[in-house]
């Protein structure tokens, strides 16, 4: 029998002495059979550790460091420097109407969060090997606060934008009030692939390995230094099976004013919803062999 059981507390009641009285509760563990209930609920009752987790990880990312949260926003300031020179001043990449720099950074938010969030939370059960053979809890509790810590840092990167749209006289839309929806919709996505690349990872090795070869692969997939404009219609709805083409081409609409995402959107939800829901059924299924295999 697993560490990752599932706790089940059953009342037995007995009669002695022509009285009725309660005896100790008992606990039946047994392990989990077949493909079994999401069981969202669990994470409700263990949300205190989620945040705590969540917390520590911040703590501890920029701890002993001399920057500090400058770190949040030193990597994506990088990268767009770098394309604006490159692209958008030697290659003069279009940039749908926008000044180049402000045009890729407003991509490059959502995905250095995509990028940062994936590769903690697809390795968050293995560094976390030692409270996972250790103590019971919702496992799907490790990915998730991995990537909810970095929501702090994408809150960071947000408000340099705001500086960089005003010394470059850009005007938000109407569409702004929508970037709280797009930025859930960011966090599902890096989920979506966390759920299932952290459960591979707990058996397999090769995940931490082949990480960096993902996002890199990943980040040229994706819009990011060109507008997705450039992609010919016919392969557009090819192009949105990336679930970061929608959430990128909804942040440059609402922040940036350009082009509303048309109907390849609804694909990228669409992909986005369905690795959610199988990658957390995997992960449930699966769970209950980690602590043996980790």
Sequence with gaps: MTADATLQRDEVSGDSGGGHRSHPRHVRIQPTRGWVSLRLGDLWEYRELLFFLAWRDVKVRYKQTALGAVWAVLQPLALMAVFALILGHFLKVPS?????????????????????????????????????????????????????????????????????????????TWAVVLLPALIVLALLTVLAAAVWLSAISARYRD??????????????????????????????????????????????????????????????????????????????????????VI
């Design 207 to 292: 995940v931490i390995y082949g990480m960096p070869l993902l996002i890199q692969l990943w980040l040229f997939a994706s819009p990011i230094a060109y507008s997705s404009s450039v992609v010919p219609g016919a392969w557009k709805w090819l192009y949105a099976v990336n679930p970061m083409v929608g959430v990128i081409d909804g942040f440059r609409w609402a922040l940036l004013g350009t082009s509303a995402p048309g109907p390849e959107i609804i694909v990228s939800v669409a992909v986005t919803i369905i690795g959610l829901l199988t990658g957390m059924a995997y992960f449930r299924r699966t769970e209950r062999t980690f602590a043996d």
């Design 96 to 172: 749908d109407g926008v000044p180049y720099p402000v045009f890729a950074y407003t991509a490059l938010l959502p995905w250095t969060f995509f990028a940062q969030s994936l590769g903690a939370a697809s390795t968050s059960l293995v560094t976390n090997a030692n409270l996972v053979s250790k103590v019971y809890f919702p496992r799907l509790v490790l990915p998730i606060s991995a990537t909810l810590g970095f929501l702090i840092d994408l809150g960071i990167g947000l408000v340099l934008l705001v500086g960089m749209m005003a010394l470059y006289s850009v005007q938000p």
